[in-house]
């Protein structure tokens, strides 16, 4: 899956601050609600799912990374965020190191395909060292898209 036609650029939030996990997850929600990927009266809902899927494991997978996601018969695409925090957050990663980008999937519950499809896809360019270092080093969502479209466009790199 292309990470381009997954990731919403209207939902690319770069300088995230606050120092709370959920917090974040809440602005990535509004970030996607924002970019029409969900109707409004659904967005605490999804914030409650996402909070009880890290409750049972953290997505926090290690290297400055998560990727907190939930199911959803709300969607019927796979859609993502991703928030940059430059400071780190504490999300109870594998490593217990901080996180630096969070990346927030919603799939269709329906379409258990294509949330496989999605999650392989962004495994694949996370567990990429140099692809990690870069996004570290985004500053605007112009650079976060460029990131995207080299990764796409270079599928054995990953």
Do not use: Y
């Not at 929600?29 to 409750?55: N, S, T, W, Y």
């Not at 991703?82 to 901080?98: K, W, Y």
């Not at 060292?129 to 969502?141: M, P």
Request: hydrophobic share 45%.
């Amino acid at each position: 899956m292309k990470l381009r036609q997954l990731v919403l650029e209207k939902a690319i939030v770069t300088g995230m601050k606050s120092p709370k996990r959920d917090e974040c997850i809440g602005e990535l929600l509004d970030a996607l609600m924002k970019g029409a990927a969900f109707k409004p009266a659904h967005r605490d809902d999804f914030l409650k799912a996402v909070i009880k899927r890290e409750k049972k494991g953290s997505t926090g997978f290690g290297h400055g990374v998560a990727v907190p996601h939930v199911k959803t018969l709300e969607v019927k695409k796979c859609v993502a965020a991703i928030g940059l925090h430059p400071a780190g957050l504490d999300f109870n990663a594998l490593d217990r190191q901080p996180v630096h980008a969070i990346f927030l999937l919603l799939s269709p519950e329906d379409k258990p395909e294509l949330h496989l499809a999605a999650m392989e896809g962004l495994f694949s360019i996370l567990s990429q060292e140099q692809f990690r270092k870069f996004l570290r080093q985004a500053k605007t969502v112009a650079d976060v898209v460029t990131l995207l479209e080299e990764a796409d466009a270079n599928p054995l790199v990953r």
